[in-house]
């Protein structure tokens, strides 16, 4: 029962989070761009998202900080470490460097492969042949 009842709550937390990025626009990829633009022609309306996110996920973390079980009573794997080194930033800036030029994130793309959007099957394959290359550099032995 416990198991049904976390996969209801996946889909319906990935229904709400999917609804979400389309009614914020961050699916929208000419949209994402205009944000991450600092012309002119700099459009800050997803700077209210970003920080709507990040008031959420703050309050939340603080909230899962406390606990060791999900609502649901499932375990919790939250990340624990607080290095940062060069391999994360690095990672931060390959990963910045795509959104910029693609105005995609990884959440959105599955919004537009659900859309039938060719850019959005075009970016996941290249997110899958990324994550691909970091689990083969990954364990390859040191």
Known sequence: MKKHLSVITALFSGLIFGFGLILAGMANPAKVLAFLDITPLWDPSLALVMGGA???????????????NSFLDLPMNIPTSRLI????????????????????CPAPAFVLLGTG?????????AMLIGMGIFELTESRPK
């Open 54 to 68: 990040i008031a959420v996920g703050f309050v939340a973390f603080k909230i899962a900080g406390k606990r060791t």
């Open 85 to 104: 080194d060069k391999r994360l930033v690095i990672g931060a800036l390959i990963f910045g460097i795509g959104w910029g030029l693609a105005g995609i």
């Open 117 to 125: 959007s060719i850019k959005g099957v075009v970016f996941l394959i």
